[in-house]
């Protein structure tokens, strides 16, 4: 089992920044066998959509609309893996939920519980 908790979330100006977090804990053998942590978002009305994700390798994917604005990296020391997005640049229609997703090897998913992010014009 792996517990998710976000933080980072909130109201920002457009043109602003910020940073999410989400740490996964848990049973230390299920930790050592997440694969791709990853960032989706949600705005209302509208699906999930992959933002950014990054491998154990380090390997990173971005969606076209926050390419260049976006930064995905991730934290492995210890028992805990943490997963930032550093958003920069923000806009209006980055507006949305924003969950964290971990994805073991054995390709189960654990979800965050969403934190809320909400850019003003």
């Known amino acids: 089992q792996v517990q998710l908790v976000e933080s980072g979330g909130g109201l920002v100006q457009a043109g602003g920044s910020l940073r999410l977090s989400c740490a996964a804990s848990?049973?230390?053998?299920?930790?050592?066998?997440?694969?791709?942590m990853a960032w989706y978002r949600q705005a209302p009305g509208k699906q999930r959509d992959l933002v950014a994700e990054?491998?154990?390798?380090?390997?990173?994917?971005?969606a076209d609309p926050v390419k260049g604005r976006f930064t995905i990296s991730r934290d492995n020391a210890g028992t805990k893996k943490t997963v930032y997005l550093q958003m920069n640049s923000l806009k209006s229609e980055d507006t949305a939920v924003y969950y964290c997703?971990?994805?073991?090897?054995?390709?189960?998913?654990?979800w965050g519980q969403g934190t809320q992010v909400v850019v003003s014009s």
């Open positions: 848990g049973n230390i053998f299920t930790i050592a066998a997440i694969n791709v």
């Open positions: 997703d971990v994805r073991l090897r054995s390709g189960r998913d654990y």
């Open positions: 990054i491998t154990s390798g380090g390997n990173t994917n971005y």
